[in-house]
């Protein structure tokens, strides 16, 4: 059984404001999993209630799924699908997917879980009435660092190289809310049509609406640790007399860990904190462009210091498996295991120009020989995922040539040098992928 709480009683606000099923539903053909009404409108924190988020089109149509089909797996949930398979649906692997996560890191819920669904109060059209119990919040798209396989979506530190080699009006954004850059009277790019939702009383009244019931909190960015907002919101669960009951998750480049924040979390029911690592030593700093290994690693151990108040946990660092990591992933675990902290990786699918996916299949062959000549939680998945997708129906060559292109480009504006700093990335590609001009 497929089961995920998500559907039920999670709710993603994205940088933009908009309502999402979830992060993981990339599939352009469901629209990114953006949450729509009746009248096909892009749902916003700023325009609908949570409860309606909660009732947006993609919502509905899995939790009906779920009750037709005995929670069988609906095809825009395909990205955790594809992990269980390459997991063996292990719930205790590192690897595990996100709805694993869910259940295993934080089962208790009063509303729905993998028992009671099709027994809870769901119209015919897959309505139902409740509020969110778990929220995905970015405060926008605030950023310390612009890392390769990121954009604006998420990085306002993309700005300038996203127009420097899309173009000046060059659309980005999830699903069909899209965003065009422009310069301000001082010459910067800025997202003019931006509304920070975050800091707005509309926002914060339904924050307050949800909060009676919520249990869980999943934040993320931009970088949340450097918004205003993502404090004022634990000041506001505190003094509500909730924090003891609400568990806090995080995925944040540990860029920003100082005794205050501590001192709030030590109110939570859970601190559970995965920081994103990418790489280590060498490569971390042209992976996470704007990035300093001796920052991170001595914030790696600052959060392990704060584990002594048995409610922070750093479970795990994390790393994106794409191109520019190919053949650095290993010394990344290794660093890991080293510190004696539980290491992730997460198979990019989404832009396709970044996941491995896209190579031909003589290139993911080539990969499974080179993680097979040694046993580790991480070469193991590795081969298992790349195995399953070595079907061409995953290849993609103008999304290989685009990555070789914006790659050639982030060198001229950042100094780098991709094909020496990946370590083997660009013999693998130009040895099986038919570049013309770009070889």
């Known amino acids: 059984m497929a089961f995920c709480r998500l559907p039920w009683q999670g709710l993603m606000i994205t940088p933009l404001g908009d309502f999402r099923l979830c992060a993981l539903t990339n599939g352009l053909n469901y629209n990114q999993g953006m949450s729509t009404d009746e009248d096909g409108k892009l749902m916003n924190i700023m325009t609908h209630s949570p409860n309606e988020g909660l009732n947006g089109k993609w919502h509905r149509e899995v939790r009906m799924n779920d009750v037709k089909t005995d929670g069988s797996w609906h095809d825009i949930c395909s990205c955790c699908r594809d992990r269980e398979i390459a997991t063996g649906s292990d719930i205790k692997h590192i690897a595990a997917s996100r709805r694993q996560s869910m259940e295993r890191r934080n089962p208790s819920t009063h509303i729905v879980d993998g028992n009671s669904y099709k027994d809870v109060k769901m119209d015919e059209n897959g309505y139902v009435d409740w509020m969110p119990t778990t929220l995905d919040i970015r405060f926008g798209n605030l950023c310390n660092m612009a890392c390769v396989q990121c954009g604006p979506n998420y990085s306002n530190k993309w700005y300038e190289d996203w127009v420097g080699f899309y173009g000046e009006n060059a659309p980005w954004g999830f699903g069909r809310s899209r965003q065009r850059l422009s310069r301000n009277e001082h010459n910067k790019l800025v997202n003019k049509q931006e509304v920070k939702w975050w800091e707005s009383d509309i926002w914060w009244e339904k924050f307050d609406q949800m909060l009676p019931t919520l249990e869980h909190i999943y934040l993320t960015g931009g970088e949340p640790m450097i918004v205003p907002a993502h404090d004022e919101m634990l000041d506001r669960i505190i003094a509500s007399g909730r924090a003891k009951d609400v568990y806090l998750d ?33 490569n971390y700093e042209f992976v996470r462009h704007g990035g300093k290994w001796e920052t991170f690693d001595r914030n790696v151990t600052r959060i392990k210091e704060f584990e002594q108040n048995g409610v922070v946990r750093l479970y795990r660092l994390t790393s994106c498996m794409q191109p520019t990591t190919i053949f650095s992933i290993l010394q990344t675990e290794q660093y890991c295991m080293n510190k004696g902290i539980p290491f992730q990786i997460r198979f990019v699918d989404s832009p396709k120009m970044h996941s491995i996916m896209s190579l031909p299949k003589s290139a993911k062959e080539e990969i499974i020989e080179i993680y097979s000549k040694v046993d580790t939680v991480t070469s193991r998945l590795v081969v298992e995922w790349t195995a399953d997708h070595l079907d061409e129906k995953y290849e993609s060559p103008e999304d290989v040539k685009r990555y070789v292109r914006i790659m050639n480009y982030l060198d001229t504006s950042r100094g780098t040098d991709w094909k020496v700093q990946t370590k083997g990335t660009w013999e693998l590609i130009s040895k099986h992928c038919e570049l013309g001009e770009l070889k």
């Open 250 to 282: 995080y995925d944040t480049n540990l860029s920003v860990i100082n005794t205050k924040l501590a001192k709030r979390w030590d109110h939570f029911k859970h601190v559970e904190i995965a920081g994103s690592i990418d790489a280590s030593e060498d």
